[in-house]
Structure formats: structure tokens, C-alpha cells
């Protein structure tokens, strides 16, 4: 099946630092979202990115389908994008649909 | 609109019982997927529905069960519980292209939307 790897696993920031994750995916996807994890577990969605660049206030995506990967730019980071962030992919084989297949995640912690 | 509500947010089983998990999806929205999130295996797809009926199911032993009434809202049942059930269960909606169904060879444009969750431990 599909794989989806994310990288850093970790990372730490000290507040008002850039920071870019990634996300890479093994075959071609028809859907990909980038998502934060707030400590209380709420999903939100960021981006629905399946290619193209997208920017929302701090944050920006970037998705190079051809080459599968897709990135994450946070500027200007604050404490409150402490999470984890998700990357998740949908194949979309034969119209099915609704089964998004994560990465592990990054781990982000903004330091004040 | 009100986004997508689970409930109850939280709750404590043992081993062997059954449980029954609620998804009220956003309104007009039509497609309905639970996930299970493990600190083990991350967030794995459980399956979706889509007017009431199941399109697409993940790897999950037949324990594990859902069903989707007319109004969308979704539920999902584990029965004899185990201890590695215990976990994060999230419910997403989306409203695909047309609202009719998956077409063939269409890039998609649904976004889903992630309820609360509910926290189910298994002792």
C-alpha cells in the first residue's frame, strides 16, 4: 500500500522561528491534507493540497505531486502551533473514498 | 454550521463488554469515516459510509462495526472489548463533488472534517 513519511519526528522552535515540514508519499494521491493536532486530540484541517501552493495568514503549503511530496512552511511560529501536525493522503482507487492514510506526524513545540 | 460532534466524549469499559460511538456529521454532509488513533499505530481508517451504506472498510477485525441512518449520523460498535482497543476514535465528514457518489477518474474536492473525538479506555 500507499506510504506516507513525514519528517522531523520532533521538532523545537523558539518563538518567532520559521520552520518547514514534509511530507512524502510513495504513489500517486488525488487528495492530500495537511491537519493539526491540539493537545485535547481536535483534528483541524490546515490545507487540501492534492497540488499547487496555498497560503492562510502564517502558514503555507506546497505540493509537488509529480514528485510526491508536500510541504508545510509555518512562519513566525507562536506557542499556540504547539501539536502534532499530520500529513494524509487519499488514493481514491476506483472512487472509493473517505479513507485518508496518515504519516506519523511531526511533533512541534514552540518554546516562549 | 455546527461542526461535527461525537459522543460521549470520553468513556471507561472492561474487558468483554461492548461499546456503541456516536458521529453527528456537519450538516449536508453526507460521508461519514471513523478513524482509531493508537499511540502505537497512529490514526488508521476504520471505515465510511455514504447514505447508509458502507463504501469502503480498513484492515479491523469484524468486531468492529458501524452504521449509517438516513439523517447521516453514523455509529460504530466494538464488541468484547480488549485492552488494545483503548484509544482515540475520530469521526470525519465531507461532502463530495455532487453529493452523488464517487465518480470514476474525478479528482476529488473533499475536505474532511474531524469531530472531537471520543477517548475510550478498556481496562
Known amino acids: 500500500g500507499i506510504q506516507v513519511e513525514q519528517s522531523p519526528p520532533d521538532l523545537i522552535l523558539q518563538e518567532g522561528a520559521n520552520s518547514t515540514l514534509r511530507c512524502n508519499f510513495s504513489d500517486s494521491v488525488n487528495n492530500l491534507q495537511w491537519f493539526h493536532q491540539n493537545p485535547w486530540g481536535q483534528l483541524i484541517n490546515l490545507f487540501y493540497?492534492?497540488?499547487g501552493t496555498k497560503q492562510n495568514g502564517r502558514l503555507s503549503a506546497t505540493t509537488v505531486a509529480t514528485e510526491r511530496y508536500s510541504l508545510l512552511y509555518i512562519s513566525s511560529s507562536q506557542t499556540t502551533d504547539s501539536g502534532v501536525y499530520f500529513c494524509?493522503?487519499?488514493?481514491?482507487?476506483?472512487?472509493?473514498?473517505?479513507?485518508?492514510?496518515f504519516g506519523k506526524g511531526t511533533k512541534l513545540s514552540v518554546k516562549p | 454550521k455546527a461542526g461535527v460532534t461525537q459522543t460521549p466524549r470520553y468513556l471507561i469499559k472492561t474487558r468483554g463488554q461492548q461499546v456503541t460511538l456516536s458521529c453527528s456529521p456537519i450538516s449536508g454532509h453526507r460521508s461519514v469515516s471513523w478513524y482509531q488513533q493508537t499511540p502505537g499505530q497512529g490514526l488508521q481508517f476504520l471505515f465510511e459510509?455514504?447514505?447508509?451504506?458502507?463504501?469502503n472498510k480498513g484492515n479491523f477485525p469484524g468486531r468492529f462495526s458501524g452504521r449509517q441512518f438516513s439523517n447521516s449520523r453514523s455509529e460504530m460498535n466494538v464488541s468484547t472489548l480488549e485492552l488494545g482497543d483503548s484509544a482515540l476514535y475520530l469521526c470525519a465528514s465531507s461532502s463530495p463533488p455532487g453529493q452523488g457518489g464517487p465518480i470514476k477518474g474525478t479528482q476529488r474536492t473533499d475536505t474532511q472534517y474531524f469531530g472531537p473525538g471520543t477517548r475510550l479506555t478498556v481496562l
Open positions: 494524509a493522503v487519499d488514493l481514491n482507487y476506483g472512487g472509493s473514498q473517505g479513507n485518508l492514510i
Open positions: 493540497i492534492p497540488s
Open positions: 459510509y455514504f447514505s447508509e451504506t458502507q463504501r
